[in-house]
């Protein structure tokens, strides 16, 4: 029997199935994490448990090493003798479509909407979102997220339907656990395959196959310093962070379904995490110096790609996901509905890798444990500078998750982490900061994941950045960068035509919008200053409605002077 997610008389909370879904090269490396991990298998002993891998891209090139690790891990499980039926692995590998092909599916757009919605208006003025002139990409390469969007939305409409089929199957695999599950969709904010597909995808998945069931976990990771120029500050990343904002900020979700409907309610009901791979990036570059300089650029990106993910999916599968589940709590996204005050404009979750030290890179196995001690501090007192964040956030609530070899003293690096969290990123005494210590495999790397909730997209430095970028791009260029509502007329981050104000340009000068003011969308109007406002105000919204208890304390207060009045009387 299913246990519930959270046992509120007893704080014991069920251990959980943990699924993962990956679009583009960078949820494929996420994939690949969530596989290596020996706590996946581990969970898969229990003949109550299910596991879910789902991979998605344009082409195969960037699939293999997620394919053999599923291959790989089919064997351990059954060197283990536990059935493989309880894993369920996919890797769909869309082509390329022709330029024939792609604008056919394009035409067909309002047919594949009537699929989803019987009461869809069949708007007259309907053109292709992608112009006929655009030159299609080889695999591999870039695609803008406009394109990708409609290569995800032929496959999963048109044809065999191989997108739709793998979700079925990725959901009945779900189904057939006895124990609570969790979702993870994993994706690169700056990629236009990832950030493209996933507005798409994670609607179908949570609001359409799963109904809203179960958390499903947005895992965006930004670029660091070291990413092509492609993505690093690119336009692409502007208007994804715009588009899930307006999923997960319950006053902007409101102001979209308002007018599309509730299919367009947020899908990401277990939340949403943005991964900063800056500190571990600037670790290991800070002294690698040596080989070829493409050779080592490629070997230091794949590094830092896969630490990043590897850290991730630890954090996910440890403590059979209770973890992921409680450190969502705080940002109101697994609590219940009665505990729960929305964090509206500041929603996101930041998940910060912080890698302070890299085998061979400043210190070396066998030098004095000193120096390692003082490389720790350095890196510890670095996390601000790389974090990814303006200056002057705070926060209400942080966890720091510390992994270390046990010849370290975890409690000295603990108590400097508390010293610099308190001094950076609490708001006042009445924060919560969590601090646990972890033993890691490898005795020459030691990390941290630093979490802070209550962030706000206009808190990140690479919004204003891509936002630069975006306004330097012609209308039919920021038309390519946009996904999340294009095929039903609003391009988000462009100001209505007819409504003053609002957000959400129509593509094709009708009278299509959001009720999104558009100077909060850009971030011309910034949000409240910090979390803890925004739950003052929405509890203040709640006592409003407290009614007096008969017999309570105002109650006997009354009757108690009433009876001194009597008794002055007589």
């Keep these: 029997m299913t246990a519930s997610l959270y ?76 059935p493989t039926d309880r894993f369920s692995f996919q890797s769909v590998a869309l082509p390329v479509p022709s330029k024939e092909e792609f604008f056919e599916g394009m035409n067909r757009t309002r047919e594949f909407l009537k699929l989803e919605y019987p009461r869809y208006y069949w708007n007259p003025n309907f053109e292709s979102y992608v112009p006929k002139s655009y030159v299609m990409p080889k695999a591999g390469e870039h695609f803008p ?26 959901t009945a695999q779900i189904e057939k656990a006895g124990l609570p599950s969790m979702v993870t969709v994993c994706f ?25 069931r179960i958390p499903v976990i947005g895992v965006g990771q930004l670029p660091h310093t070291g ?6 500050d690119a336009p692409q990343l502007y208007t994804a962070l715009n588009e899930i904002d307006c999923m997960i900020d319950d006053d902007k979700n409101a102001g979209v379904i308002t007018v599309w409907g509730d299919l367009y309610r947020n899908p990401f009901t277990g939340g949403f995490f943005v991964v900063n791979p800056e500190q571990s990036w600037q670790r290991l570059t800070a002294y690698t110096t040596t080989g070829e300089p493409d050779v080592r650029q490629f070997f230091k990106e794949t590094v830092t790609n896969r630490f990043v993910a590897d850290s991730f999916m630890r954090f996910v599968v440890s403590d059979n996901g209770r973890n992921l589940f409680r450190v969502m709590r705080p940002a109101g996204m697994t609590g219940a509905p009665h505990e729960t005050v929305p964090s509206k404009s500041r929603s996101w979750t930041l998940f910060d890798v912080a890698k302070l030290t890299h085998p061979g890179v400043q210190v070396l196995p066998g030098e004095a444990p000193s120096k390692w001690e003082a490389v720790v501090e350095q890196w510890t007192h670095f996390i601000p500078k790389f974090d990814g964040l303006k200056e002057g956030f705070k926060t209400d609530f942080a966890e720091v998750l510390i992994y270390g070899s ?17 001094k950076e990123y609490l708001l006042d005494d009445e924060s919560t900061l969590q601090v646990s210590t972890h033993e890691f495999f490898d005795a020459l790397t030691s990390y941290a994941n630093v979490i802070l909730a ?32 294009i095929d039903i007329g609003p391009m988000l981050s462009e100001p209505a035509i007819r409504f003053e104000g609002m957000a959400g340009e129509c593509i094709w000068g009708c009278a299509c919008w959001v009720v999104v003011p558009y100077d909060e969308l850009r971030g011309d109007k910034l949000p409240p200053p910090n979390r803890k406002v ?13 009614v007096s208890t008969p017999g309570g304390a105002a109650e006997k207060k009354k009757a108690n002077k009433k009876d001194v009045g009597e008794l002055v009387n007589a």
């Design 227 to 232: 990413d092509p120029d492609t993505y690093r």
């Design 454 to 485: 209550g962030v706000a997209k206009t808190d990140l430095e690479a919004f204003w950045a891509s936002q630069k970028t975006y306004e330097t791009l012609s209308w039919e260029e920021k038309l390519n960068e946009h996904a999340w509502l």
């Design 188 to 212: 690169s904010l700056a990629g236009g395959t990832g950030s493209g597909m996933v507005v798409d995808l994670a609607r179908h998945l949570s609001n359409v196959k799963l109904g809203r």
């Design 7 to 82: 046992h509120s008389s007893t704080g014991t909370q069920a251990p959980h199935c943990m699924h993962v879904v990956g679009v583009g090269r960078t949820g494929a490396a996420y994939v690949e994490a969530l596989l290596r991990t020996g706590e996946i298998e581990d969970h898969l002993a229990d003949p109550r448990a299910t596991f879910a891998a789902l991979v998605i891209d344009i082409g195969e090139q960037d699939m293999g090493l997620a394919q053999d690790y599923a291959s790989a891990f089919v064997k351990r499980l059954e060197s283990r003798g536990i």
């Design 406 to 422: 046990r010849n370290m003293d975890m409690g000295k690096i603990a108590a400097d982490f508390r010293g610099m969290m308190g």
């Design 145 to 170: 997220r406009a394109v990708a969007k409609g290569i995800y939305a032929n496959a999963y409409y048109a044809g065999d339907r191989p997108i739709d089929a793998a979700l079925r199957t990725f």
């Design 534 to 546: 925004i739950l003052e105000e929405g509890i203040a919204a709640m006592t409003k409605t407290v």
